[in-house]
Structure formats: C-alpha cells, structure tokens
C-alpha cells in the first residue's frame, strides 16, 4: 500500500488549503482513510477520516466547521482530499495520511492505521 500526500504549504491565517492523498495498492476496496497531523512537539492526532465508501465521516473538533473531507474510489485506489478553510497559525503541523483495513467500519485513531504516507507540510503564518 501506498499513500502519497500533497498540496502543504504556507497559507495566511484565515486562507484556505486543499490538501490531497493517493493511496494505492489496496488488497480490497474496504479501506478507512484518514488525515492526521503532528506539530512540533506535540503527538499526532487524528483530524478527519472516511470510511471505505465515503458514506461516514468524522472531524476532529478543533476543524469541525472548518474542513471536509472526500474521496473518489478506483479499483484498490482511492484519492482523499482535505478541504481546510478559516486556518489559524495552530493548524501548523505535518499533516500525514493513513490508511486501515481491510474494513467496512470507520476506523479513526493513530494506533488502528496500518499504513502511512509521507506527510506534507502545512504553515499557516500570523
């Protein structure tokens, strides 16, 4: 599996930011999706996920309102974007993301992933 992440950048506080993952190399079709980030110093954590079918999803409080995510499915591929607007300097991280599966639920915490991507940078000056 492969998971390749793009579209980190710096942004002005209260800009916008598409953020996208190619994921590849999937065993089936059922695989969770998600976007995670990690700030320097601080632990990674889970800002949004959807499950394999794009039918449920979850946001972390801190960019619910602020973000969507979606994808569009391929034969054991998938592309996932992060939809961020309203972005304050706290979204600084690189943000990274991640796959589970293979499962029909909505698999969302750092530990349950079984594979990762490269992270992209995002900076969101003041």
């Known amino acids: 599996v492969q998971l390749q992440a793009s579209g980190g950048g710096l942004v002005q506080a209260g800009g916008s930011l598409r953020l996208s993952c190619a994921a590849s190399?999937?065993?089936?079709?059922?695989?969770?999706i998600g976007w995670f980030r990690q700030a320097p110093g601080k632990e990674r954590e889970v800002v949004s996920c959807i499950s394999y079918n794009g039918a449920i999803t979850n946001y972390a409080s801190f960019v619910r309102g602020r973000a969507s995510i979606s994808r569009d499915n391929a034969k054991n591929a998938a592309t996932v974007t992060l939809a961020m607007n309203s972005l304050k300097p706290e979204d600084t991280a690189v943000y990274y993301c991640?796959?589970?599966?293979?499962?029909?639920?909505?698999?969302?915490?750092?530990?349950?992933?079984?594979?990762w991507g490269e992270g992209t940078l995002v900076t969101v000056s003041s």
């Open positions: 190399g999937f065993t089936s079709d059922y695989y969770t």
């Open positions: 991640a796959a589970a599966g293979p499962t029909t639920s909505l698999t969302c915490r750092t530990e349950s992933m079984n594979y």
